[in-house]
């Protein structure tokens, strides 16, 4: 799943404003002001110089990080994700891809307003696990409409009965609205035909094979390819089947 959200993040255009240095700026101290007022890790990804920028607060400790501000080549803070439980890893990322998946519908004003929320087991310096909050909110998009500047921050959670978040959800946080729960949204993506016709294109059948098969036209067939294509926002039917394999369809 990492991989499909590396192309689908990193193959996007940029075309810029004028000043772009001048939002990167202000992101960062945006950034850096959350690990100070939260004590969280603040990372701030750069998608289109494939850069992040990493604000280590007073939890940094705790998971054995140091407190320095870093910067890395790379969109993914793997230090840090090297310590998440491998399953967490897995729901986060598909979470995430889900997330860019509904910000390409969404007015570039209105981004914002919108952020993941993930439950994650992360491993302190001890060896042991601890529930961390992980938040994603995409900051910054360049002038042509492309995801550019990503912002994630690692709270602790609180030890008390009282305080729960959710396992992975999408909110809209100007409505306080949920989108639904991640483990059902792509449940009912496409429709039955659609995913009948899905498996067939997975174990190698053309086109005609399928219209013979399901007693279709050929023109049906690639209308159903086409609406695939559309639903999950690639480009070909390899991209759709990876796509299918790592959301559950």
């Known amino acids: 799943m990492r991989k499909i959200l590396d192309t689908k993040l990193l193959a996007q255009t940029f075309e810029f404003n004028p000043t772009p240095h001048l939002m990167l700026d202000h992101a960062k101290s945006m950034?850096?002001?959350?690990?100070?007022?939260?004590n969280c890790i603040s990372v701030l990804s750069d998608l289109r110089a494939r850069k992040s920028y990493i604000f280590n607060g007073a939890v940094a400790e705790l998971l054995g990080l140091s407190a320095d501000e870093t910067e890395i080549t790379s969109i993914w803070e793997d230090e840090l994700l090297n310590k998440v439980h491998p399953e967490d890893l897995q729901k986060k990322y598909k979470l995430e891809f889900d997330f860019?998946?509904?910000?390409?519908?969404?007015?570039?004003?209105h981004r914002t307003d919108y952020q993941v929320i993930t439950k994650l087991r992360i491993r302190k310096k001890d060896g042991k696990y601890t529930f961390v909050q992980h938040r994603?909110?995409?900051?910054?998009s360049s002038a042509d409409g492309s995801v550019w500047l990503?912002?994630?921050?690692?709270?602790?959670?609180y030890d008390h009965p009282e305080f729960e978040i959710p396992q992975g959800v999408i909110i809209n946080s100007r409505t306080g609205k949920v989108i639904d729960d991640y483990e059902d949204r792509f449940g009912t993506l496409l429709s039955l035909r659609e995913k009948e016709i899905l498996q067939l294109i997975k174990?190698?059948?053309r086109s005609k094979e399928i219209a013979d098969k399901l007693s279709l036209s050929i023109n049906t067939v690639n209308r159903h390819r086409q609406n695939i294509f559309r639903k999950l926002k690639v480009n070909n039917a390899m991209e759709a089947c990876r796509v299918a394999e790592n959301t559950g369809l």
Not at 31 to 38: D, K, N, P
Not at 100 to 106: D, E, G, M, V
Not at 136 to 140: E, F, H, P, S, T
């Open 150 to 157: 990503a912002l994630c921050l690692y709270n602790i959670i």
């Open 100 to 109: 860019f998946q509904l910000l390409t519908t969404i007015e570039v004003d």
């Open 136 to 140: 994603l909110i995409y900051v910054a």
């Open 203 to 205: 174990h190698g059948h």
């Open 31 to 38: 950034a850096r002001m959350y690990s100070m007022m939260e």
